[in-house]
């Protein structure tokens, strides 16, 4: 093991519970997810008060197990790092609290992530050997962004959605076909047996200028399209529907690592989770000698192994860290980053 300060990783952003111990040689050493989903699945979406009290239940039970699991010691901590936005302020006001009250009375120095530039660093857990400069896609069921990583801590913003994000469509579409929330994955699942050409759904923003995306219209497409042919096949509509949600992002984040000359795209986040659109950017990629890379699916969604080793690069290799009186910053962009 490194001499490096070893990383204690906590996001608590929306509904999953997380705590991670990462080593100062980025090895994970404990990566522990407790997801919230059924308890919000009943209301459709996420109840920011009940993420809230229930983040605050298992946080004290996922750190002791933390502990329990990874043979590393409250003594052993060397950085203490937590999201502090862009989330929800509840849920992201429980985490912090918890991770600052560890740092003050362990007196570790605390460090405050930006919780985008976290699923970043699921790609350097994975793959730090194919490192920046890279085009990175974030892709989530609260962002949608592409972002020029000159390199970590270093980044430009190329564009992003005007509306909501990729994952939110995904799961808005879900509940209109009944799916519970989180719906990407069991509506990829519901599309791999319909027909992607059935119903031709928008591209939105396709052509436009800029890297933007929108994906509000394309969701009352979908609803409109429903409220029609109430007896439409909803495999056809989830395969259509995905078809169109993957061929905007597959084309746009192509298109702005060509134009920004980068050889390499690094697709990050919950949706980059989605087979479809992991094999069709991986198909993208080969035909335009570029380099893709995907985190492994478990890192890709929502999880504390990231936030530690954002937090541990901070400190180590960039020498921050943030006062205690750091508070949660709910609507944080990607432009305050770097
Ligand atoms: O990164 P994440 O866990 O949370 C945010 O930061 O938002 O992303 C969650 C999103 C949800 O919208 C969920 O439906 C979507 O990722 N998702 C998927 C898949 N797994 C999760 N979308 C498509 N295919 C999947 N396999
Ligand atoms: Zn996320």
Redesign the pocket.
Same mark, same amino acid.
């Given at each position: 093991m490194s001499d490096e300060p070893i990383a204690l990783g906590i996001e608590t /952003?929306?509904d999953?519970t997380a705590v991670a111990i990462v080593d100062g040689d980025d090895r994970v050493r404990v990566n522990l997810v407790y997801s919230q989903a059924t308890l919000h699945a009943l209301y459709g979406g996420v109840v920011p008060e009940i993420a809230s009290r229930d983040h605050l239940r298992k946080l004290p039970q996922l750190l002791a197990e933390a502990f329990a699991q990874s043979g590393v010691s409250k003594r052993d901590l060397g950085v203490i790092s937590c999201t502090y936005g862009p989330?929800l302020l509840g849920p992201l006001l429980v985490g912090m609290s918890f991770g600052k009250g560890l740092a003050y009375g362990l007196d570790v120095p605390f460090v405050g992530v930006n *919780?985008l530039e976290g *699923?970043l660093f699921a790609h350097r857990l994975d793959a730090p050997q194919a490192g920046p400069p890279f085009m990175a896609l974030i892709v /989530?069921?609260? *962002?949608t962004c592409l972002v020029r990583v000159n390199d970590y801590g270093e980044y430009r913003l190329v564009g992003s959605t005007v509306d909501d994000?990729? $994952?939110?469509a995904?799961?808005k579409v879900?509940k209109l076909l009944g799916i519970a929330?989180? %719906?990407? %994955?069991k509506?990829?699942a519901l599309a791999q047996t319909g027909d992607p050409k059935a119903i031709r759904f928008p591209r939105p923003m396709r052509g436009a200028p800029g890297f933007d995306f929108s994906f509000a219209g394309l969701k009352t497409s979908v609803s409109v399209y429903l409220g029609k042919q109430p007896d439409a096949n909803p495999e056809d509509v989830a395969a259509s529907f995905l078809a169109s949600v993957v061929d905007v992002l597959a084309e746009k984040s192509v298109e702005a690592t060509r134009r920004h000359r980068l050889k390499r795209l690094v697709v990050v $986040?919950?949706?980059a989770?989605?087979?479809?659109?992991r094999a069709r950017l991986a198909a993208d990629g080969k035909r335009h000698g570029l380099d893709v890379r995907f985190p492994s699916?478990g890192l890709?969604?929502?999880n504390a192994a990231m936030i530690a080793a954002a937090g541990g690069y901070r400190f180590r290799v960039l020498g921050e860290r943030h006062a205690l009186s750091l508070g949660p910053d709910p609507k944080l962009s990607f432009a305050e980053v770097g």
């Open positions: /952003s929306c999953e989330g *919780h *699923h /989530s069921g609260g *962002h994000a990729a $994952g939110e995904l799961d879900g929330y989180p %719906a990407g %994955a509506l990829e $986040g919950g949706v989770a989605c087979q479809a659109l699916v890709c969604t929502d």
